[in-house]
């Protein structure tokens, strides 16, 4: 700026960012143009401040409350997961104490079997009749009262109203207790099957068709659970097997090598409870003491008369 005497020489202070100077200088003219941005401005600069006076506010609570009712516990009704289907004008379903007594009990335990545990239940409420009432709907009123402890715990914890079908409620229950892991270790323990020593032919055919009571869908069809028996039994089994089988078990059909286990189990059966019978009668008649006051006289008459000739 070009300065004379009569006017004295006016200097622009230093600034240091202009470019900030410049753009807010850009923005209040633009707001200035617009007195609803303007507003709409002042509104959000304001906002969060506001905002943060009505969180900090405290509610009033309900006159003559007393503190505590906010803490207590209350019986809430608990969704149920089970859909009962339609029933019958006038038909209402009655638990009876003898229908409890009949119907297994799961806990949830590591060392229960959850396909044994529906087995049983099925079994027992095939002698449950209940007038106006499907198979299908006692089944999914009878189950949950079968469960106990974590199972029944498990149960309240299913999505409300999201079974429908007693197909859907045994396939949940199974999903839970009874895994993929469970599976794999009774087919593997089936594929291993071997007598163990000592063991009677009839304890060794029992355990092996237990393990399919355990693990029914372990998909293993008749003529290999046939070979997997004979393969795993000692050869005095073995031996025995085929004289039986009329030289060679192999000539015979699956179903005939099922007939086959089946009467030899029968037959060892019966000879062992004859021999542990013999065994018990002997061992009680040596042990018992008449026996041995009987054994202790007749050494002191022989004593006595080999005195006498002397």
């Not at 009712?69 to 379903?93: H, K, M, W």
């Not at 089936?190 to 009839?202: D, R």
């Not at 393969?231 to 085929?242: E, M």
Request: proline share 5%.
């Amino acid at each position: 700026m070009v300065s004379t005497r009569s006017q004295p020489a006016q200097f622009v202070p230093f600034d240091p960012e202009p470019e900030r100077i410049l753009r807010k200088q850009r923005r209040e003219q633009f707001l200035a143009s617009d007195s609803s941005l303007q507003d709409t401005f002042s509104q959000n600069l304001f906002a969060d401040s506001v905002d943060s006076k009505v969180k900090m506010a405290l509610a009033l609570p309900a006159a003559g409350r007393p503190l505590r009712e906010s803490l207590a516990a209350r019986a809430n009704d608990v969704p149920n997961c089970i859909v009962y289907p339609t029933q019958e004008d006038g038909d209402s379903f009655e638990i009876r104490h003898h229908m409890l007594e009949i119907l297994p009990t799961f806990r949830g335990l590591p060392n229960e079997d959850a396909n044994i545990h529906i087995a049983k239940f099925i079994v027992g409420c095939k002698n449950i009749l209940i007038k106006g009432f499907s198979a299908e709907a006692i089944k999914l009123r009878l189950f949950p009262f079968t469960l106990k402890d974590k199972a029944e715990t498990w149960l309240f914890t299913l999505p409300a109203n999201s079974i429908t079908t007693w197909q859907q409620l045994h396939t949940k229950f199974l999903n839970k207790y009874y895994p993929a892991s469970k599976t794999l270790n009774y087919k593997r323990e089936i594929l291993t099957f071997t007598q163990k020593p000592n063991e009677e032919f009839h304890e060794a055919w029992e355990r092996y068709t237990e393990m399919y009571v355990k693990c029914p869908h372990a998909n293993i069809d008749a003529d290999t659970q046939m070979n997997i028996f004979f393969d795993g039994l000692n050869p005095t089994s073995k031996s025995h097997v085929n004289a039986s089988a009329g030289g060679s078990l192999s000539n015979k059909s699956a179903r005939e090598a099922f007939e086959l286990f089946e009467m030899m189990a029968t037959e060892s059966q019966q000879w062992a409870v004859e021999h542990s019978q013999k065994r018990g009668i002997f061992e009680l008649s040596t042990g018992s003491p008449n026996m041995s006051a009987q054994m202790a006289q007749m050494e002191k008459k022989m004593d006595a008369k080999f005195d006498t000739i002397l």
